[in-house]
Every structure is written in C-alpha cells, then in structure tokens.
C-alpha cells in the first residue's frame, strides 16, 4: 500500500491555507493548535451513510477551526487488523494485506466525494503503528501495569484454533441478545470474554468450542481509576457521557485482556510468537501514527502534537465506542507519559425515516450509491442541521431532506445569488457600488451574529447554526423583496444597485457562516464575487466597488425521483449478488495464463529436484533467504523471496524444485544460481514447492 496516500498524489492531496487569525472569543491575537481525529473506520466493509455522519461533523469543525486561523490539523486512518478482517479476506480467497489495499483506495474515494478533507488520511497496518504499539507497550510494562495470566478460552477443535473476539458468537450474558459477537454486545454495549457467551458456536464451522488454556497479557485499568476520574471531572465529555462513565466506576476497572492468540491479523507482541496485539491496543495508536506519518511528510515535530501539554486533543466517536476511548485509552496514554485527549465529542447513531437502517428497506445507503444519484453537499447540510452537541440519535428523513434543502438552501440561500447576480452582471455591468447607510444596518445586523454562529460551531451545535444562518437569509430576502430591484433597474438604476451590493455582501456573510458545512457551494460564491477564499474574519469587510463575475448555479433542486431511485438501488444490492469487484476477482483473472508455448519451449527450462542443505537470512534485506542446494553432486546458491513466509531452520533438508539451466543473475545481495518454484501473491502467502520424500537430488522433473 502506498504510504501517505492522502496528501502525497491527486486527487487526495490537500492544502488548507492556514493563517494566523484572531481568537474573538478571548479578543487577543491566539492561535490554537490542535489536533482532531474521527473513529477509525474498519477496512472489512464501505463506508456508509451511517458512517458519514460522524466524519462529516469532525470535518464541519476542522474547517471552521482553520477558518478561524488556527492551526488546526484532521487525521485519520484505516482500522486494519482483527478477526474480521481475516474472515473477510479468506472468504474472498485473498490476502488481508489485498484486502485492506483494496478497501483503503475505496474509502479515500468516498470520502473525497463527500469534501471531507483530511490532513492525513493513514493504515494502522503501517511501521509507524507497529513501533509506537509496542513503545507504549513497554512502557506500560516497564512501569508495571502489565500482567500475564492464564486464562481459559473457547477453542474450536473442528478447526483447530482459540476462537478470540469475532470468530464465536453466541448470546450476551448481559442482556441476553441473540448473535452476538465474542467480545462486545451490539444490543446493550457490554463487554466480556468470548467465554461468557451463552449458546456459543464458532463463527467459521458453527460448532460449539471447548475451554482450554493460554497465557495472555493483561492491562491493568484499575491502576488509573483516580486519574481517569479527576482526567474526567472537566468538560472533557458531554454531562449525558459522564454520568454513563461513572456507572463503569461504581462496579470497578477491570484488567483488559489486550492479547489475541494466532491466527490473528496484527501486530507479534514483542517477544512472542504466536500471541498478537488485540486489535483494540493498536487501533487508537492509529491516531497518533497517522499524526507522524503527516509530520513526516510537512516537517512538523511529533512531539508538538502528543508532548505539548498546548497541544489541543479532540476526538469525535461514537456512542458505541465510549469505554474505549474514555477510559482504556486516556489510561494507555497517560501511563506510557503522551498527551491525554483534550475533549471526546460523542455523537448518536443515524435512524433513516425513523427506524434503524434496513437493507431490505433500502436504506442501508451505501456512501458510492448515494453519490450515483445525489449531491454530497444535500447530506452535509442535513447533518448539520440535525447535530447537537449531546449523544442523541440523529434521524434521516428523506421527505424532510427534500423539504429542506429546496426550502433553504435552493429557496432561500442560492435563490438571494441567483436573482441579485444576473441583474447586476446584464444591466449593470457586473459591478458594485457602494454600501447604503441604511443597508450598513441591516449588514451590522448580520456581522453582529458571528460570535454567536462562532461559538455554536465550536460547541459542535450545528444544527443551531444553522437556525441562525437560515433566520438571517429570511431577513436579507425581506429586504430584498421589499426594495423590488428588479422593478428599480430600469427607472432607477442607482437604487437598483444599492440593493444588489448589499444583497451580495449579505450573501457573502451568510457564505462565510455556512462555509464549513458547504464548501463547495462557498467556492462558487467565491468565484462570482471574484474575491480570495473566505476566512471568518472576513466578516467584518464589506466589498464595494468591485467586478463580479458572471452567475453559475450554485445547487439544484433536490429531485423526489432520484431519492427513490437510490433507495431501490440500496434494495438491490442485498438482494443481487454484486458485480466481480477487484477483490472478488479469481486467481487466474487476477493473473491470466501466459502466452502458449509449445513442447520444445517448454523443455528448455530444466527443473531438478534440490536438497536445502543450509538456509539462512540475508542481512538488509526483508524478503530474501539464501539458500545452499545440493543439486546431486553439484552445490547451488540460490537467493529466494520467501523470506515472510518461512523460517530457515524450517527448510533445511526439504527437497524443492529448482530451474537448474538458469544463466546467474547478480543481485545488490549478491549471485543467484537458479530459482526455485513456489505459488501464491508473495509476502507470507508464498508456498514454495515440495518433492515427496524417496526423489533424489539431481533428478530430472518430467
């Protein structure tokens, strides 16, 4: 996978333009620097119209924030690890590393589609991730609050493997809900062991596991119960959050099990061969690889962002993954001495005509589907008018989306631009004049409002901005409305352009108000007013005297049939088996049969049966095994590319296959004397090929 993917090569690359400005809140000249982050989405599926809801309020608030003039930086990345991810990738019969490639490419396309713009967009399956896993793992250690015990686990003997996380499912013993995962219960968000599980079976073959014993490491939460509760008596959380929190401390912090046994997609805990990170450990490290691989990228100091006790911290989750990130999480951070989050901003789910999201229904919307047939910025501005800052579901009406986009933004919003801009362009040669008194009034009027505007967004109370921004359009209308411009044109131009330049100024105002939810639609305002892109202080400067440029839409109507035609196209895609994706894709279509030789070609290539008789690693190289084969009375080196996929002690004394007639190649690492066979895409999925025990070395391969 390309590292740096977002913010290295097109269209992902992302330049906000940050300028020192001033914090009105505080009237003096300071600039914040701060860190935002959203919830990791998980690399086994797309994203989702549920899913957006939170990355679209984390960008709403990064782009006001740089509006502001603070250095305000978004990361982000693909969660990558875990069972899941393991499921999905043997169903597709591909690797995990093709499989998250794969759905890294299609979540950067789908939020890109939606302008949500992040200053780094990263994998946690990634040499940044693994290293500072394991540095906060052993400081964590080192200071004691690590422990291993030996605890019993469900084991599949029909599979032959321990069954972690989601590879069992079974009945919360919490709550009682059927189908649940082994380690969280979607229904009533308890934790537990996979063991605890009523009713369990194993997620691959459906039989019911046996306990058996494995050593595993432990993080001792309780250790930080104090700090957690003093870390916890400010403003960190919403009230709604703190109150739930305090019921996990009133029945006492748990030790968390932090470890996986093999197979498991991750991270090897140091020291160990068979025992891995659970996914949980190194996910929200994710945050912090993501913050080096951008300062890696901008020349900025790591440490400016997770050492800074200036540094600002904020998190936008969701509701469903509060326990991890209030409470194991700030307590990972502070016993391995980084910074703790400044603030969690903690949001509901997403209901979609007032029930939960349903396939069958077809409003499962996937974000790809929903681009087929509708403009990103109609579920932008939705959102925002739908968003408080507390931890109440949100509900996606599709009869109201209709009513409020054509109401406002189309009615109310571009209509203000779409009837002053033409008539100043044709009848008045694109140019405004100057600003009334008494308009000065009415623009005083909307100026007066920016700190309120201002502290709604900072308080994440979107929808609350967007009440005042719409109330001060319905004002500049009335205005507009009761001057007639498009009467006074022809008797009193004079008049006509007092009202034009004042209806664009307050369309510039209202802009600046509603960039951060519309920044596309903002970038149309800016390029008809032929002005720099607008910052929030801008608020306050009036533009007179100045050429505009000619009229282009800024949006359309919302159209009732597209709505539906995407729901019936979300129907199908649970009921229709879904075209051959990249993914999905066979061997042989992922690498076609080469041209046809004939015989004689073919007999060309001599294939000898070789002994391994010493295998050992190449210093600097991460792929390559040397390997000495005994060719029946001759002796060949050969430099194999199996490095990932097999130990040399494993080798030594196999009988493998090997082009014997091949000319040396020098490599950096030295001479090849032939090659062996061996299938698969490379990495650990390589498989060298083996001759049966009884062939000599030396003998042909017919």
């Not at 308890?190 to 046996?210: E, F, N, Q, R, W």
């Not at 996990?248 to 997609?265: E, K, N, V």
Request: proline content about 5%.
């Amino acid at each position: 996978m390309q590292k740096n993917a977002w913010g290295i090569a097109p269209p992902y690359r992302r330049n906000p333009r940050l300028t020192v400005g001033v914090s009105y809140r505080h009237g003096e000249k300071t600039v914040r620097k701060i860190l935002v982050t959203a919830a990791l989405p998980y690399a086994n599926g797309p994203i989702h119209i549920g899913h957006l809801v939170e990355y679209i309020q984390t960008d709403i608030w990064v782009r006001f924030q740089k509006m502001r003039g603070h250095d305000c930086i978004y990361c982000c990345a693909d969660d990558t690890h875990g069972t899941p991810i393991m499921i999905r990738a043997r169903q597709e019969n591909i690797t995990p590393e093709q499989l998250i490639e794969t759905m890294y490419a299609a979540h950067v396309r789908d939020f890109t589609g939606f302008e949500v713009e992040f200053d780094s967009y990263y994998s946690t399956h990634s040499d940044e991730n693994r290293q500072l896993s394991e540095t906060i793992f052993e400081r964590l250690n080192q200071a004691g609050h690590i422990v291993t015990r030996e605890i019993e686990q469900a084991y599949c003997e029909h599979d032959g493997m321990f069954l972690p996380d989601r590879f069992i499912r079974g009945t919360c013993p919490k709550c009682g809900a059927a189908d649940q995962y082994g380690d969280s219960c979607e229904v009533c968000h308890a934790t537990y062991s996979p063991v605890d599980l009523k009713d369990a079976g194993c997620s691959v073959c459906g039989k019911p596991p046996v306990r058996r014993k494995s050593k595993h490491y432990f993080f001792k939460l309780g250790d930080f119960t104090d700090r957690l509760q003093q870390w916890l008596a400010g403003d960190r959380v919403h009230e709604q959050v703190r109150n739930k929190l305090q019921e996990w401390f009133d029945q006492g912090l748990r030790d968390w099990d932090i470890s996986r046994d093999a197979p498991y997609f991750g991270f090897l805990i140091p020291g160990e061969t068979d025992k891995y990170f659970y996914v949980w450990l190194d996910a929200p490290i994710g945050y912090m690889a993501s913050t080096r691989a951008y300062c890696d990228r901008t020349g900025r100091e790591f440490d400016d962002y997770w050492n800074n006790p200036d540094t600002e911290i904020h998190h936008f989750i969701g509701k469903d993954i509060t326990y991890f990130h209030a409470l194991f999480w700030p307590a990972m951070l502070m016993g391995s001495d980084f910074n703790t989050p400044t603030r969690l901003v903690i949001h509901g789910f997403l209901t979609v005509n007032g029930e939960k999201m349903s396939k069958s229904r077809g409003t499962f919307i996937n974000a790809a589907t929903y681009l087929k047939y509708l403009d990103p910025q109609y579920l932008r501005y939705y959102y925002a008018c739908k968003l408080g800052p507390g931890t109440e579901d949100i509900d996606l009406n599709t009869e109201d989306l209709i009513a409020r986009v054509n109401s406002d933004l189309v009615g109310k919003l571009a209509n203000l631009a779409s009837r002053s801009v033409p008539m100043l362009t044709k009848q008045l040669q694109g140019r405004l004049g100057v600003v009334s008194p008494e308009a000065k009034e009415l623009l005083s009027r909307l100026q007066d409002r920016t700190e309120d505007v201002a502290e709604q967004y900072e308080s994440c109370n979107y929808a609350a901005a967007v009440r005042i921004i719409t109330s001060l359009a319905d004002e500049v209308n009335r205005y507009f409305d009761g001057r007639q411009p498009w009467k006074a044109i022809k008797e009193n131009p004079e008049h006509a352009c007092e009202t034009l330049t004042t209806a664009l100024n307050a369309m510039r105002i209202l802009t600046i108000y509603l960039k951060p939810v519309l920044p596309a639609f903002a970038a149309k305002i800016e390029k008809i007013l032929r002005i720099e892109p607008l910052q929030w202080q801008d608020v306050n400067n009036l533009l007179e005297n100045h050429e505009i440029d000619k009229f282009e839409r800024l949006i359309e109507r919302v159209d009732p049939k597209k709505v539906q035609k995407m729901i019936e196209e979300s129907k199908k895609e649970q009921i229709t088996p879904p075209q051959k994706t990249e993914i999905e894709k066979t061997t042989l279509e992922e690498e076609p049969l080469a041209e046809e030789i004939s015989f004689e070609d073919f007999m060309k290539v001599d294939l000898r049966v070789a002994r391994v008789v010493k295998a050992e690693y190449v210093e600097g190289a991460d792929k390559l095994l040397r390997l000495e084969l005994d060719l029946g009375g001759q002796s060949r080196t050969v430099l194999a590319g199996i490095r990932q996929a097999y130990n040399p002690d494993d080798l030594t004394g196999k009988l493998m296959i090997m082009a014997a007639n091949l000319a040396p190649r020098k490599m950096k690492f030295g001479t090849s004397e032939g090659m062996i066979l061996a299938a698969g895409p490379g990495g650990k999925d390589i498989f060298a090929l083996r001759v049966d025990e009884g062939a000599k070395p030396g003998q042909r391969v017919h």
